[in-house]
């Protein structure tokens, strides 16, 4: 089986972890790889500061909890996304207000944005999906129009650049993901970044139970949110062949679209002109007349893991039934859901392998096309 994803991971990581353990970096409160790897990381993204989490959702949820809004106020953001976007803003008690997307890049549309302003509007979070960088600078520019909070979802987005400025850069806060399929992993884990001081020692503040002094007195509702050490001595090590694998997946993904690009059926991934485009996966777009989940089981029967893309935050069940929500429909966002899928897209990956998941690709077409 070619495995949808599997994370490039060797004796360099288990080493780091192996040290971080003798050193006795097991929670987030000891030793050196923490900050150490939370410099490192925000340098890479070009921000001040970077605050190590657990999770991708946690850093997501730290971050729109450090804005204090009030209950009731909402945020718009990307339709196309993981239900985890959508989860940070709810769980603060705030509204998501799903964005649909655009055609080309399936990340949210600008153009749509100022329609869905209200007086309870208060921030936008717009996914990178895929690696594909967002219009950061007109999102930006609409924000800043309207005085609210950008808050980037970097999850997939290690690496990728809008014109010529990082991903998770654009916004007041930057979010990222190390789960075990993300461009640089530590298993489980996340990181927010931000340029700004305040909101900085928010983040730290509130990530560790609000702890002040005297030390169990508590003024602030606070999260255990602490990444370990050894997860961090893990992200160092991945840090050091960072550059290494945003190579190997654009060589992937360069494959990818050399054996698929006369195929018919199927809507590759856009380019990105204005910026640098990582592809976390590759991602395709079925015609209509394809049946998806018919194709992806005969993949499967086939050797070939895939994934489908993202159910649309306007068609989830858990966010209609939120108090004063107002999901529209999105159907752009409605169709990648129903017709989008990704293929394998490991770094580790081999041309060979690309163009046998490429040739069994379109035999899965033909195989549909013609019953």
């Known amino acids: 089986m070619i495995s949808v994803y599997e994370p490039w991971v060797g004796e360099e990581e288990a080493e780091a972890v192996k040290q971080a353990i003798l050193n006795g970096e097991i929670s987030g409160t000891f030793g050196k790889s923490i900050p150490t790897f939370e410099q490192q990381f925000a340098k890479l993204v070009g921000c001040r500061h970077g605050v190590a989490v657990t999770s991708g959702t946690t850093a997501l949820h730290l971050a729109v909890a450090a804005c204090h809004l009030t209950p009731g106020d909402e945020i718009l953001i990307s339709a196309s996304t993981n239900i985890a976007t959508a989860l940070a803003v709810a769980h603060n008690n705030l509204i998501p207000i799903p964005v649909d997307s655009e055609a080309d890049s399936w990340n949210l549309d600008p153009d749509l944005i100022e329609n869905l302003i209200t007086p309870r509007t208060r921030a936008i979070i717009p996914v990178h999906l895929f690696g594909h960088p967002a219009r950061m600078d007109r999102i930006s520019a609409i924000a800043a129009k309207h ?94 062949r960072f550059e290494e694998v945003l190579v190997r997946k654009r060589r992937v993904a360069d494959w990818y679209t050399k054996f698929l690009r006369e195929i018919s059926g199927v809507t590759l991934p856009a380019s990105c002109m204005e910026g640098r485009h990582v592809y976390w996966v590759y991602g395709i777009l079925l015609d209509a007349g394809l049946d998806r989940d018919v194709m992806m089981t005969w993949l499967k029967e086939n050797g070939v893991e895939t994934r489908t893309f993202f159910y649309s935050m306007s068609l989830q069940p858990c966010l209609r039934e939120l108090p004063n929500s107002r999901l529209k429909p999105c159907p752009v966002a409605e169709v990648l859901g129903r017709r989008g899928f990704y293929l394998p897209s490991g770094p580790k990956l081999t041309e060979a392998e690309v163009e046998h998941v490429s040739d069994l690709l379109r035999a899965a077409i033909q195989k549909c096309a013609n019953p």
Not at 167 to 189: H, M, P, Q, R, V
């Open 147 to 240: 005085n609210l909070r950008v808050i980037e979802d970097c999850a997939e987005s290690h690496g990728a650049t809008w014109q010529g400025k990082p991903t998770g850069a654009w916004g007041d806060l930057g979010c990222f993901s190390f789960y075990g399929n993300k461009i640089l992993t530590t298993g489980e884990g996340g990181m927010v970044v931000t340029n700004d001081d305040r909101l900085a020692d928010e983040l730290r503040l509130l990530r560790n139970l609000a702890f002040k002094q005297p030390r169990f007195q508590h003024d602030k509702l606070g999260f255990n949110f602490r990444m370990t050490g050894y997860q961090a001595a893990m992200g160092l090590a991945q840090l050091s």
